[in-house]
């Protein structure tokens, strides 16, 4: 039940980097995590799993200094869910009508 998902719920704020998660781990939070609510139904997202020497780089490059014409300081609190002038992509609003349809 969602009380007792609410319940057993932890914050995890330090992680082993050196121990992987398994496989058949993050396979099975990806497939609960695609049943995740969307704002307007649309699933705006994308899902990329690295391991290896990709992730290796991908750290890399996230570490690196941000160029001199970012913007000093974290990044913004508050973000829109649906694009400006809800211009959604096509996919998505297209996804969006059909469901429209069917209810």
Request: glycine fraction near 4%.
């Amino acid at each position: 039940s969602v009380t007792s998902a609410m319940r057993s719920r932890i914050s995890t704020r330090a992680f082993l980097p050196d121990k992987p998660v398994p496989l058949d781990v993050i396979k099975e939070i990806l497939e609960v995590a695609c049943r995740a609510p969307s704002g307007g139904n649309t699933q705006p997202w994308h899902l990329y799993v690295t391991a290896g020497e990709a992730r290796k780089e991908l750290i890399r490059a996230l570490s690196r200094p941000r160029s001199s014409d970012t913007p000093p300081g974290p990044a913004p609190l508050t973000y829109s869910v649906y694009p400006p002038g809800n211009a959604a992509p096509a996919a998505f609003a297209e996804r969006r009508r059909k469901l429209a349809h069917e209810m």
